[in-house]
């Protein structure tokens, strides 16, 4: 019988396989749990998400997050019926902060959801290929990265009608270069593994190597990254809209809100202090919960 023709039983060793990943796994879970800080950040993001998904539901006023006015009930301090408090127009604070967390996530989601791969993508390239394509795809990055991402977002974001989209834009546009250095370091290092050369001597593809071999070992680096970066996208995405060029009244955007209520301190002071610490709230979630992960991965990566 010639070795082609072999056939092995790999039974027995899904057996083995099988218990250790749910070993391992169980291992992991328990670091996790036994860092207090980090599960009280994923219990924090987790809530917020579901208490954005479930807005309609769960606020107390959904009918008043759009154009709704009710000024007899304008100015009302925190109280039963409206625990937030009441803006300048008669709307209830706390629903607007619940749906505000919707337009918070849903920034989140499509930055990182742009930027992440589009920059994982060159990384990956500029790390494996080295060369001329690793020098072109550097200096391009180190060129967006030479400017302040915030001064890069606000030339964007000014330049057109300030709308949500736009602001989505602007900071997805500048997102990928800390992930494309990130990765190209990442890949660079790996590719001198023995497993990489042993996909290369046995004929693999540049993309089985690059999907199959070196993404997988850069993934727990790259989620510690988005964690943590989740809450940076907020705050910048706030800041665009205290300014004017992010979300437009009457939607309910955290940032929009905080500024439309500084006018209005101290009397009224709720009007700008709850956004403002639902903004902080969501912040350290994220903080919280990337440290987590960084401490349960045991890797360093660059903020």
């Given at each position: 019988?010639?070795?082609?023709?072999?056939?092995?039983?790999?039974?027995?060793?899904?057996?083995?396989?099988?218990?250790?990943?749910?070993?391992?796994?169980?291992?992991?879970?328990?670091?996790?749990?036994?860092?207090?800080?980090?599960?009280?950040?994923?219990?924090?993001?987790?809530?917020?998400?579901?208490?954005?998904?479930f807005a309609p539901y769960i606020a107390p006023y959904?009918?008043?997050?759009?154009?709704?006015?009710?000024?007899?009930?304008?100015?009302?301090?925190?109280?039963?019926?409206?625990?937030?408090?009441?803006?300048?127009?008669?709307?209830?604070?706390?629903?607007?902060?619940?749906?505000?967390?919707?337009?918070?996530?849903?920034?989140?989601?499509?930055?990182?959801?742009?930027?992440?791969?589009?920059?994982?993508?060159?990384?990956?390239?500029?790390?494996?290929?080295?060369?001329?394509?690793?020098?072109?795809?550097?200096?391009?990055?180190?060129?967006?990265?030479?400017?302040?991402?915030?001064?890069?977002?606000?030339?964007?974001?000014?330049?057109?009608?300030?709308?949500?989209?736009?602001?989505?834009?602007?900071?997805?546009?500048?997102?990928?270069?800390?992930?494309?250095?990130?990765?190209?370091?990442?890949?660079?290092?790996?590719?001198?593994?023995?497993?990489?050369?042993?996909?290369?001597?046995?004929?693999?593809?540049?993309?089985?190597?690059?999907?199959?071999?070196?993404?997988?070992?850069?993934?727990?680096?790259?989620?510690?990254?988005?964690?943590?970066?989740?809450?940076?996208?907020?705050?910048?995405?706030?800041?665009?809209?205290?300014?004017?060029?992010?979300?437009?009244?009457?939607?309910?955007?955290?940032?929009?809100?905080?500024?439309?209520?500084?006018?209005?301190?101290?009397?009224?002071?709720?009007?700008?202090?709850?956004?403002?610490?639902?903004?902080?709230?969501?912040?350290m979630g994220f903080n919280m919960l990337g440290d987590?992960?960084?401490?349960?991965?045991?890797?360093?990566?660059?903020?």
């Amino acid at each position: 019988m010639s070795i082609d023709t072999l056939s092995f039983d790999t039974s027995g060793l899904d057996r083995i396989v099988s218990p250790a990943r749910r070993e391992l796994w169980y291992r992991s879970y328990r670091r996790f749990a036994n860092q207090p800080m980090s599960v009280i950040g994923l219990v924090i993001v987790v809530a917020i998400a579901l208490a954005a998904v479930f807005a309609p539901y769960i606020a107390p006023y959904p009918e008043q997050v759009g154009s709704f006015t009710d000024f007899a009930n304008a100015y009302q301090p925190p109280s039963l019926d409206h625990p937030f408090g009441t803006d300048s127009a008669g709307r209830d604070i706390l629903t607007r902060v619940i749906f505000g967390y919707r337009i918070a996530l849903l920034l989140v989601a499509v930055v990182l959801g742009l930027g992440v791969p589009v920059g994982v993508m060159l990384g990956l390239v500029a790390g494996y290929a080295g060369g001329w394509v690793d020098t072109i795809i550097m200096r391009i990055t180190d060129t967006f990265l030479a400017l302040p991402p915030l001064v890069l977002a606000l030339a964007i974001a000014s330049a057109f009608e300030p709308t949500l989209e736009v602001a989505m834009f602007a900071i997805a546009s500048l997102w990928w270069t800390w992930y494309a250095r990130l990765t190209r370091g990442l890949a660079a290092s790996l590719s001198s593994e023995e497993y990489v050369q042993a996909a290369e001597l046995a004929g693999a593809s540049t993309t089985h190597i690059l999907f199959r071999e070196l993404l997988p070992n850069c993934l727990s680096p790259l989620l510690v990254k988005a964690t943590l970066d989740a809450g940076i996208v907020v705050l910048t995405g706030a800041s665009l809209s205290f300014i004017g060029l992010g979300v437009q009244p009457p939607r309910p955007g955290l940032g929009t809100m905080v500024a439309n209520g500084t006018q209005y301190l101290p009397a009224e002071w709720w009007i700008s202090i709850f956004p403002g610490f639902a903004i902080f709230l969501l912040v350290m979630g994220f903080n919280m919960l990337g440290d987590g992960l960084r401490d349960l991965f045991d890797v360093e990566v660059e903020q």
